[in-house]
């Protein structure tokens, strides 16, 4: 924390603090629907900052990252449908099983030597037949999904995740805080040195001492355990699982999108990314509707256009260009 | 210092002020409630994985507000694509609300449909279900949910059923039937309601094996090679579209002639796509759906207005998506008039005593239990003639007698 705020200077400093006041104070002023909005890109910037450890720093890529956010809902949630044991207590066995598919991954790619583009095919097959997996498992519903009933006597058992749109923005927004916080303590960490000597080059780490099987093992296991719990958090926000949504290749995609975006490697990269994507999505929304252009589809042709724009202007991610222009970040000497 | 002509303000000013801003921030609700109009939001797939479902219902919903206002009600509607996407079906439900929808229709998925379920009972806003067929939708308990269409078990219970009827309507005996099924969310419901419900239906013939696929496989030769391995008179299939062709075509190439294709329930055998790309062979297979009652007059005005809308669509091939999405609007006018204010519980309260006697889809008048499922609506026997979906069963409503067995594959032109 203490390195995160030293690493920006003054200006940097009243933007974040600002930022998060805003983000504090946000349901004072915002409509339901800016809520809903706001509570997305917050869990968009949890579930960007657990792969950003994984690619940004470690340079791992994970294709298939929507697996992590599967298990864990899909742990809590048949949890609680079926012997009642509530979230908070879930959530440690769903992140167990996803951390155990995680060494899985992680032990079968590192130990064999599965580099790059290999890795992520593996990681895409690991959700992929997880997939099919789970269509098959009666206990949870199988391919026609599981769901978590509503229950109007639960209404406000925050302690159940069974609260209101403002407990669960404040949840998305507890949890993105998190995931800033870790990211910036474990940059600054041992370990997270020893990421990026890896992520630079991994034959270097290698001859310096590192142990670059455990650090990559550890990077795999923080990620999957920091992505089940978005998971848990996306049960009980939607109260519906399903296996084609929810271990789907788009998925995956969707939630590397914001970092990439933003800047991997970068503690802000996925937070920016978040904040510039979900609200794009909702803006082109109203313009194509507002402007009365009624093709379907259309809204998906402009934000791809958009991001194209964005990925070829600021091709190493927004955060790096606009902390450089807005003059946020400590100069170094 | 203190000047004489300060203004002092008195509990009665305070009082006055407040009672004045308050009907002020009330305003827009007190507007809401007593417009002359029912606002509806229609969300509809109409990108994504289900677009062309999402279409099929969109282009019934553009429709309604004129073949309504005929009939004495009053919609204005806001149309929301929700991208096959549940986080967009949400927040744009959200979005709906907040610009002043009164009541919501949708969502032809079951996941979408749950997450906007939870905001209108939040918001507390009647949603109405065109089309949903997972049964934990009315079983959830939601106060301001209805729907308007059939349960996975009631769409095979009623295709069971209506098998029968053509057995006995055409005097064509089958001795045993395969089910096949897409591996999806829908097919998976489907093998599950079949195998509680096809024992307890007691067929007059045995179900040798159900067969599941892969709605992704390039083709469906093995799951075909296996079908005629065990050579079944009568084939069931839950399909959609894209796997409906796959399926036929393989059973052409490899000489595979049921009695019958039957669908107890489901997409597929009737999308404009699957009679492009088989032509002749598209004819002669069976579904058993509930489908437009073509001699109700609601029915026929739908059409009409339809047909001057989309005049490169059939409404005989979008009427099942179009009219339960014309059913659903119509509901919540319905509701509307009778309550004769916008106000949620009001409204809600009303829809839940719907009864329509007149309508377009064949069955009763449309009623809600207490859990708000529609259990009044009727599947018919529809037939594939000259590419044209044709009501054949049950006598009162169709309009063509069924073909059975169904000629073979050679000779079709």
Redesign the interface.
């Known amino acids: 924390m203490i390195s995160l705020w030293g690493d920006m200077n003054r200006r940097g400093q009243v933007v974040v603090a600002l930022a998060l006041l805003l983000l504090l104070v946000a349901p004072l002023g915002a409509?339901?629907?800016v809520l809903?909005?706001l509570t997305?890109i917050l869990y968009f910037v949890y579930v960007g900052q657990a792969w950003n450890l994984m690619m940004g720093y470690a340079g791992q890529l994970s294709l298939g990252h929507a697996l992590y956010v599967g298990l864990g809902g899909y742990v809590s949630a048949a949890l609680w449908v079926h012997f009642g044991i509530g979230p908070w207590l879930g959530v440690f066995p769903a992140v167990a099983v996803a951390a155990a598919f995680g060494a899985a991954i992680g032990w079968l790619g590192f130990r064999f030597g599965i580099e790059g583009v290999y890795f992520a095919l593996l990681t895409i097959a690991f959700a992929e037949f997880t997939r099919i997996g789970f269509?098959h498992i009666g206990f949870v519903g199988?391919?026609?999904?599981l769901?978590i009933?509503?229950?109007?006597q639960r209404l406000g058992q925050w302690w159940n995740l069974r609260g209101?749109?403002l407990f669960f923005y404040y949840l998305a927004f507890a949890l993105a805080a998190a995931a800033v916080l870790l990211t910036a303590l474990l940059a600054r960490s041992r370990l997270g040195y020893q990421w990026i000597a890896i992520r630079e080059d991994e034959t270097a780490a290698r001859a310096l001492g590192i142990d670059v099987f455990r650090a990559k093992l550890k990077a795999v296991l923080i990620s999957s355990s920091m992505t089940a719990i978005g998971g848990v958090f996306y049960a009980f926000y939607?109260?519906?699982l399903?296996p084609?949504?929810l271990f789907d290749m788009g998925r995956s995609i969707e939630l590397i999108l914001g970092p990439i975006v933003g800047g991997t490697g970068t503690v802000f990269g996925p937070v920016v990314g978040a904040f510039i994507l979900t609200p794009l999505?909702?803006i082109l929304?109203s313009v194509t509707e507002h402007l009365g252009i009624?093709a379907?589809?259309a809204?998906?042709v402009f934000f791809g256009l958009t991001l194209m724009t964005i990925i070829y202007l600021v091709p190493t991610g927004v955060w790096p260009w606009l902390s450089r222009k807005l003059g946020l970040a400590r100069r170094r000497p | 210092m203190r000047s004489d002509n300060h203004f002092r303000p008195s509990r009665r000013h305070v009082l006055g002020g407040a009672a004045a801003a308050g009907a002020m921030l009330a305003a827009p609700a007190v507007v809401r409630a007593q417009a002359k109009a029912l606002k509806v939001a229609v969300v509809l797939p109409r990108s994504g994985l289900f677009a062309a479902a999402g279409q099929s219902c969109y282009r019934g919903a553009v429709v309604t507000p004129k073949v309504l206002a005929d009939l004495g009600y009053s919609v204005e509607l806001v149309h929301v694509d929700f991208e096959s996407n549940v986080d967009v079906a949400r927040t744009q439900t959200e979005r709906a609300i907040a610009e002043g929808a009164q009541c919501v229709v949708g969502a032809f998925e079951s996941g979408a449909t749950l997450a906007m379920a939870q905001v209108c009972e939040q918001r507390q806003v009647p949603l109405i279900i065109n089309i949903a067929s997972v049964p934990q939708l009315t079983e959830q308990g939601y106060k301001y949910l209805v729907r308007n269409f059939l349960t996975n078990a009631q769409l095979v219970g009623n295709g069971l059923r209506l098998v029968k009827d053509l057995m006995a309507a055409t005097s064509v005996p089958f001795k045993n039937a395969v089910f096949v099924h897409a591996n999806d969310t829908f097919g998976t419901a489907q093998r599950a309601a079949m195998d509680r419900l096809f024992p307890a239906a007691e067929m007059p013939f045995p179900l040798l094996e159900s067969i599941a696929y892969d709605p992704k496989a390039q083709d469906l030769a093995v799951e075909v090679t296996k079908i005629r391995a065990l050579a079944p008179e009568l084939v069931l299939v839950t399909t959609r579209s894209s796997d409906a062709i796959k399926l036929v075509r393989d059973m052409v190439r490899q000489r595979f002639e049921p009695k019958a294709i039957i669908s107890p329930g489901s997409p597929g055998l009737y999308d404009e796509e699957f009679y492009q790309a088989l032509g002749p062979l598209a004819d002669f297979h069976l579904y058993n759906l509930p489908w437009a009652n073509a001699k109700s007059p609601v029915t026929q005005a739908l059409a009409a207005a339809y047909k001057t809308a989309h005049p490169t669509n059939r409404f005989e091939v979008d009427c099942f998506n179009a009219g339960f999405t014309f059913e659903a609007i119509m509901v919540g006018a319905d509701a509307f008039k009778r309550a004769g204010t916008a106000d949620g519980p009001t409204l809600m309260a009303a829809v839940k005593t719907t009864n329509i006697a007149e309508h377009v889809l064949t069955g009763g008048p449309i009623k809600f239990d207490e859990k708000g499922q529609n259990n009044n609506i009727q599947a018919a026997v529809v037939q594939n003639r000259n590419r044209t979906p044709t009501v054949v069963l049950p006598p009162d409503v169709a309009v063509a007698a069924p073909v059975l067995p169904m000629p073979p594959w050679q000779g079709r032109s």
């Open positions: 409509t339901r629907y809903s909005v997305l269509d199988g391919a026609g999904g769901f009933p509503y229950e109007e209101s749109q939607y109260n519906s399903f084609a949504q999505g909702e929304i009624n379907p589809g809204k998906a």
